[in-house]
């Protein structure tokens, strides 16, 4: 009841038409815009603390899953020592990994592919030119690894009805198998989200088209 009391102070939702419970006192609203307000210094310290609560070290990864709930298991070797800072950053990245995978059912919004080791939360503003929305689940896409790759290379994009576009580079390679299975056969369809989803920014995805996407 709780978190359907905040999903009342969510403007995302709103959106869609979800409008959570009405009970929301001022304590809520408090803490709903303490955290909003600096995303950037409240997601490490929450995601240090729910990490505290179930028991994982540096050595392990913590996902949480829709209708499985929290899973920790070991991350893959990654070199030496993370200092403080890359830590607080990677807090951060692993928040928005997960939301944007849950925003997204777990699936890719191109291909609908499910396999959460093979899907990447994108960035539509790019992370290191947009700080300030490096954390709103509202710039993210999830996308599979070569989706992902292709959206950040500026070869494919969406237009303000979030249908795929391609790029006249992708265009010209259709008529391989491989650009023509993985891109071709979505050319036109709208990104598909849960019915509950918060829309990806059209702002963002505009700014998207007119400075990463290859028009030529």
Not at 51 to 70: C, I, Q, T
Not at 132 to 148: F, I, P, T, Y
Request: charged share 30%; with cysteine; net charge neutral.
């Amino acid at each position: 009841m709780k978190l359907c009391n905040f999903a009342s102070l969510d403007p995302a939702l709103r959106l869609r038409g979800i409008k959570g419970l009405e009970g929301a006192s001022a304590l809520d609203r408090e803490v709903w815009h303490e955290f909003h307000a600096n995303l950037n210094e409240a997601v490490p310290v929450s995601e240090e603390a729910l990490r505290k609560l179930f028991g994982a070290d540096e050595s392990s990864e913590l996902e949480v899953l829709p209708r499985e709930g929290v899973r920790v298991r070991k991350r893959p070797p990654t070199g030496p020592t993370d200092t403080a800072a890359t830590v607080k950053q990677r807090r951060g990245q692993e928040f928005f990994r997960e939301a944007v995978l849950n925003n997204f059912g777990g699936r890719c919004g191109v291909t609908s592919l499910a396999v959460r080791d093979l899907l990447v939360a994108s960035h539509i503003l790019p992370w290191g030119t947009h700080p300030a929305e490096r954390l709103n689940v509202r710039n993210g896409l999830c996308l599979s690894r070569l989706h992902d790759v292709a959206f950040d290379r500026g070869l494919i994009s969406f237009d303000e009805s979030l249908r795929l576009l391609l790029s006249p580079r992708l265009k010209a390679e259709i008529s391989q198998r491989a650009v023509a299975e993985n891109f071709g056969a979505y050319a036109g369809k709208p990104i598909q989200l849960p019915d509950d989803a918060a829309l990806p920014e059209l702002e963002f995805l505009a700014e998207h088209r007119a400075k990463i996407f290859r028009k030529g």
